[in-house]
Structure formats: structure tokens, C-alpha cells
């Protein structure tokens, strides 16, 4: 398959994940919807914001965008096969939801097709609760397990491993949340096989974060479950404003501020 037809095919598979989650979330949350904004890269290509704001979701966003341009020469030299060229063609979708109920975790995930002169899949999808459900933690995993055992069966202690350990906040000494898998650079030289692996990723974090969600989004909660679930979205900025990576490449690669910073919670406090 050329390069072409790669880059088409992941794009629609984006757009179309998109698409899915957006019509459940909706029909889940039933007040809110989606609205819809598009921006324009600086180099090419652009993307479209789709957020939520309604009755069990206090803030969702569905992001996507394909875009293509050159990297500064202070980037350039962190990205993989640049070393020839700068130029590089991205797209991906992601997604963030912070929910009205602390009693619901948080969700984040990402998947995204990268061309310079090596072409590669990232991603991952990872759970924030503020209060520990260990039968949330055993579902979650569990899909993520089955994503990861659809392509390759090492694929999950090694994907799992790499989410603990980046999803972590040095400053605080803890970790982000309960974890779940976290991949990049992932070329098996089967690019079927590899955009089968990330479908399979988005289909099972998709159930997963149904699942949970319908389990919890009618049981009750007070004030003060609600000033934990706001401390927790606290070290939500804080990872994402110092330690994310997919921050930094989209602040360095002229992606829109608002897109970018989209996964801010709506509000968060500090003790």
C-alpha cells in the first residue's frame, strides 16, 4: 500500500472513531452536545474540536486533525527519522473526559499515524479515578489487555509498564492514575498489522469507558467527594502542563492552543 493510501486510511479512521464516541456520549449524557470547531494549521491541514459540556460530563472533548509542515530545528532533532528532512505529516484523534461525578474517573485517549522519513503508530488510553473502584481498575485493564492480545501478546505488560511510568508526577512522587497502556514508535514493517492494533485500541477503550461510565452515573456523591475530585484534576494540569509530551509537540508544531489545551479540566483547586 503507498503512502498515500496509509495516510487516507488513517485519517477516516479518526474521523470515524471520532464520530462514534461523540453519538454515544450524547445519547449517554442526554442534555449535552457537542459542538464543533474547526482551526488551521500553520503549515497545512488543520483539525476539529468537538467538546461537551452537559450533565454527566462536565467537560468532554473529542479532538481530531492531519496536518503536515516542517519542524523547527530545536524539535527536529527529538523526532525520529529528521535527520534528512524536517518535514512530517501527523494525524490522530483524542480524547479527554472529565466527568460531573467524582465518582466516575476521568478518561484520556490518543492514537495518531506519524510520517517523516519513518512512518509509526502511537497512543494509549489511561483511567484517573478519584476514588479507586479496583472493579473499574480490573475492567479497564482487561480491555486493554484484549486490544493489546488481538496483535501481539507481549504487547501488554510492555505497553503497561510504559503508561505507569510516564504517567507519573516526579514533583508529587505518585502516579497520575490507575495506568493502562501507552505506546510510540510502533512500526512491526506490517502497517496492516499496526493499524489493526490501534482500530482495536480505540473499539476497546471505547467499551471500557462506556462500561464504567453506566455503572457509575447514577450513584449519589456530596460536596466533599466533589473537593477530592477537584485536588485530583489539580495534578491533571499539572502533569499535562509539565511532563506531557502531546502537549510539547503540539505547542512546538503550531497545532492550536485551544485544541491543545483542551484536556484542561473546568475547573481544578490546589491546597
Not at 501488554?156 to 511510568?165: A, G, I, L, Q, S
Request: glycine share 8%; proline share 2%; with cysteine.
Amino acid at each position: 500500500m503507498e503512502i498515500d493510501q496509509k495516510k487516507k486510511e488513517a485519517s477516516l479512521w479518526f474521523k470515524s472513531l471520532r464520530d462514534k464516541f461523540c453519538e454515544a456520549f450524547e445519547k449517554i449524557d442526554q442534555e449535552g452536545r457537542f459542538e464543533r470547531k474547526t482551526w488551521s494549521h500553520k503549515g497545512s491541514g488543520g483539525g476539529e474540536m468537538s467538546i461537551m459540556k452537559g450533565k454527566v460530563f462536565e467537560k468532554v472533548g473529542v479532538n481530531i486533525s492531519t496536518v503536515s509542515g516542517e519542524f523547527s530545528e530545536d524539535y527536529r532533532a527529538q523526532v525520529k527519522g529528521t535527520e534528512n528532512s524536517a518535514n512530517y505529516w501527523a494525524s490522530g484523534i483524542s480524547l479527554v473526559a472529565h466527568m460531573t461525578s467524582p465518582k466516575i474517573p476521568a478518561f484520556h485517549f490518543n492514537t495518531r499515524f506519524l510520517v517523516t522519513d519513518d512512518v509509526w503508530f502511537g497512543g494509549g488510553a489511561d483511567m484517573t479515578p478519584t476514588f479507586e473502584n479496583q472493579n473499574d481498575t480490573e475492567t479497564f485493564h482487561r480491555k486493554m489487555k484484549e486490544s493489546c492480545d488481538f496483535s501481539d501478546k507481549k504487547y501488554y505488560e510492555e505497553f503497561k509498564k510504559n503508561c505507569d511510568e510516564y504517567f507519573y508526577l516526579p514533583h508529587r512522587e505518585e502516579a497520575r492514575g490507575v495506568g493502562g497502556i501507552f505506546f510510540d514508535h510502533l512500526n512491526t514493517d506490517n502497517w496492516e498489522k499496526d493499524f489493526n492494533f490501534i482500530k482495536e485500541v480505540g473499539n476497546k477503550t471505547f467499551e471500557a469507558i462506556l462500561e464504567i461510565i453506566n455503572l457509575h452515573k447514577n450513584e449519589e456523591w456530596d460536596d466533599e467527594d466533589k473537593e477530592k475530585q477537584l485536588i485530583k484534576r489539580g495534578r491533571y494540569v499539572e502533569f499535562n502542563l509539565i511532563w506531557d509530551r502531546g502537549t510539547l509537540f503540539g505547542l512546538k508544531t503550531g497545532g492550536s492552543t485551544e485544541a491543545i489545551l483542551m484536556s484542561m479540566p473546568p475547573t481544578a483547586k490546589w491546597q
